[in-house]
């Protein structure tokens, strides 16, 4: 049998897989070694030549598993260019893998153009086929792994938040390289709220059902009826669409309605189409899609709950709704 030790946070949750390993805290740390860290598979290189852990024994490199669509990812991303800026010069090597959700986001200059929308300057590579995702056993967008000087897997973290945490265990660890952090001051970042999850338009990714009784019928175009809005975070449909595994497709009269909570709302949209956008029954704005890439169709100082509804000419693709 193996005990494998896996932390998160401080706290160690044992769990027996396998033959005997125990893994041990270091010498006046609170941070444990949890095995050596997997290497980085090939793929494409964004602000930076390619890069092997090898080379970089002696530096504490956080790798960070995300996508560009994926608003749970960029919620996080003003943390890490954050600690890019303050600890680069200092020892931190952060390492976006980018591993696609969405076929779209297999396009190296999208993730070019993403990576200077949000003004991401540390190294990005590509994982299109998964190859280092699975190598860590990782199942989630964000997820935070962080390396120390020789080459161990020192912290692990799942989603959003902990932030000051992380830095905490980023701080730990270049002491432990024996890097002078005296000078370093905490950036200050703005923490979102939301209260409506995301929620997909594809049948193959939906975590749930459509509001309209016809629901999902994969591959098939369906003309919806209206119905009474009934259900907070859940999409009502009206007029004709197309279900994809990845997108609803509008076809004709197509139109979409949602009670939310949050401040933003935001879509990942594809096609070359006009939408009109409506909140509370009130023309908000039209918006003009003609690439496959996330937009705001919302934004409000105050978090409240809303109803927003999306007016769509053909060929308006909608891959998922995120908030922020």
């Not at 200059?109 to 991401?120: E, L, P, R, S």
């Not at 995702?133 to 161990?152: E, V």
């Not at 009206?238 to 595994?245: A, D, E, R, T, Y």
């Amino acid at each position: 049998m193996r005990l494998e030790v896996i932390v998160f946070g401080l706290i160690a949750v044992f769990v027996l897989v396998g033959t005997f390993t125990l893994q041990v805290p270091v010498t006046n740390s609170s941070l444990m070694v949890m095995g050596q860290a997997a290497e980085i598979s090939e793929g494409r290189w964004i602000n930076s030549e390619p890069l092997e852990l090898a080379e970089l024994r002696g530096k504490v490199v956080l790798i960070d598993f995300w996508t560009y669509s994926c608003i749970n990812c960029i919620r996080t991303l003003p943390h890490l260019t954050g600690w890019h800026e303050k600890y680069a010069g200092k020892g931190l090597v952060i390492i976006g893998v980018h591993t696609p959700e969405f076929e779209f986001e297999k396009d190296y200059n999208n993730v070019v153009d993403a990576a200077k929308q949000f003004g991401i300057e540390y190294p990005i590579v590509q994982d299109n086929d998964f190859k280092t995702w699975r190598a860590y056993g990782n199942n989630y967008w964000p997820r935070k792994y962080l390396i120390d000087k020789d080459g161990s897997i020192r912290y692990d973290h799942i989603g959003e938040g902990a932030y000051q945490e992380t830095e905490q265990a980023i701080i730990e660890l270049l002491k432990e390289t024996g890097v002078n952090l005296e000078d370093a001051e905490k950036p200050n970042v703005d923490r979102p709220q939301s209260g409506t999850p995301e929620l997909y338009l594809g049948y193959s990714f939906a975590r749930a059902p459509l509001g309209n009784e016809e629901g999902f019928s994969p591959g098939n175009v369906v003309d919806y009826k209206s119905v009474n809005i009934t259900q907070p975070n859940i999409v009502y449909l009206s007029g004709k669409w197309k279900n994809g595994p990845e997108s609803s497709t509008a076809v004709e009269n197509s139109r979409l309605f949602l009670v939310y909570s949050a401040r933003k709302v935001n879509i990942v949209a594809g096609g070359t189409a006009s939408i009109q956008i409506f909140v509370d029954g009130k023309f908000e704005k039209t918006l003009q899609i003609n690439e496959q890439k996330l937009y705001n169709i919302v934004s409000r100082p105050d978090f409240d709950s809303h109803l927003v509804e999306i007016a769509a000419e053909p060929g308006f693709e909608l891959y998922t709704f995120t908030f922020g």
